[in-house]
């Protein structure tokens, strides 16, 4: 064996079944207990080495008497044999499994990240949110406070955001939706060097089956429009049904966005969702709308949600999410000559998504019927259904 440590305890290292073991020599005189400690790792067997000595100097040779003496250690050392390890192995797995422990345990916790990333999204300035993107991530914020709030960051695995997805009693679309939110805040924290962990959320699949889009049939249409003829809600629904704007983009209009010149709407980035500007001709029957109009009156009502649930009172139907603009892809896309690319030109989507959430199936006969949907057909289908009512 060659010597490593010379002086008291001595280190020699050895090769036993082509595995390299440093041996730490106990033995002195009068020294009553184990002779030798064997060690896998060199800086193990100095460590252990260098304590007995200062222990020997400091409490005297009997103070080291009990080492190895303990019959646990035996138990110990044949049980970690049956796996081709020492007890010294498994002490040093121990070890790294409490330092990693120890490394978890002193991350933040995930309601403190949260409410940073909350901060730090309401509050940067280069990257301005909407109000309906602000009301949904500080929704999603509370959402993982109450799942996660009390774990440190880096408890949160994989697994357990699986866990949580699962549990979600909604739709596919919806635990995507979440999973997207929380996958953003683990890309913030990270990029922050909040956390060195990966991000739980990455690689979780959600598979999202889409059916044919819903929309308002053509006798639907007229009724919503029915009911809202002559109010001040109506260019809101005119433009969302024969524009296809989305209703947050047509709630923040005004009529400087309408050229009833040149028939054309113009929707600058500031008010569009994907803050590109768009700017589309008017359909023929949209014109009609809006020309009856009121233009004293605002463009879209200042009251807009109490008036419009007020005016669609006693509707027949079941209202759609989203139907209107999904109604006027249907049918614009229908129309003859029309293409996917000039809807999304107006409709500022790719073709690919129009195909997939928004654009249904229509016939023929129900497209010329959607066009010519105008105040004097509603006025003229009314008078017909009251002269039918009074006969």
């Not at 429009?225 to 809600?233: P, Q």
């Not at 009121?294 to 139907?317: C, D, H, Q, T, W």
Request: charged share 25%; with cysteine; glycine share 4%.
């Amino acid at each position: 064996m060659k010597p490593i440590r010379k002086e008291y305890p001595r280190i020699r290292r050895y090769v036993k079944h082509g595995k390299t073991y440093y041996r730490v020599d106990l033995r002195r005189k009068h020294y009553v207990g184990v002779k030798t400690q064997n060690f896998t790792n060199l800086e193990d067997a100095k460590t252990f080495a260098k304590g007995i000595a200062e222990k020997v100097v400091k409490q005297g040779l009997n103070s080291i008497a009990t080492i190895g003496t303990d019959s646990r250690v035996k138990v110990w050392a044949e049980q970690c044999a049956f796996f081709g390890k020492t007890v010294e192995d498994a002490i040093s797995l121990a070890l790294k499994q409490f330092a990693s422990e120890k490394s978890k345990m002193e991350t933040p916790y995930a309601s403190e990240l949260l409410s940073v990333w909350l901060d730090d999204k309401i509050s940067n300035p280069l990257k301005p949110l909407r109000p309906r993107s602000l009301k949904e991530i500080r929704k999603m914020a509370n959402v993982f406070k109450k799942q996660f709030g009390t774990m440190r960051i880096a408890e949160i695995n994989a697994q357990y955001v699986e866990h949580f997805i699962k549990g979600k009693a909604v739709s596919n679309r919806s635990r995507k939706n979440i999973l997207s939110y929380l996958s953003q805040f683990f890309n913030w924290a990270i990029k922050k060097q909040h956390i060195t962990i990966s991000n739980p959320a990455k690689h979780i699949e959600i598979t999202v089956t889409t059916g044919t889009p819903q929309f308002f049939t053509v006798e639907q249409c007229e009724e919503i429009l029915s009911k809202v003829s002559g109010n001040v809600v109506m260019p809101y629904f005119a433009i969302c049904l024969f524009a296809g704007v989305r209703p947050d983009e047509a709630k923040r209009m005004t009529w400087g966005n309408i050229n009833l010149k040149s028939n054309e709407i113009s929707l600058p980035a500031s008010i569009t969702k994907t803050k590109r500007p768009r700017l589309f001709e008017m359909e023929p029957n949209l014109v009609e709308w809006l020309k009856k109009a009121n233009k004293e009156e605002p463009l879209i009502a200042v009251n807009l949600r109490k008036l419009s649930a007020k005016a669609l009172l006693g509707l027949s139907f079941d209202w759609i999410q989203d139907g209107m603009r999904h109604s006027f892809a249907t049918f614009y896309h229908a129309k003859p000559n029309s293409s996917l690319d000039d809807l999304r030109k107006i409709m500022g989507n790719s073709p690919s998504v129009i195909e997939k959430f928004y654009k249904g199936t229509i016939t023929k006969s129900e497209v010329e019927k959607f066009w010519n949907i105008t105040p004097d057909s509603i006025q003229k289908k009314e008078a017909c259904s009251n002269a039918s009512a009074g006969a």
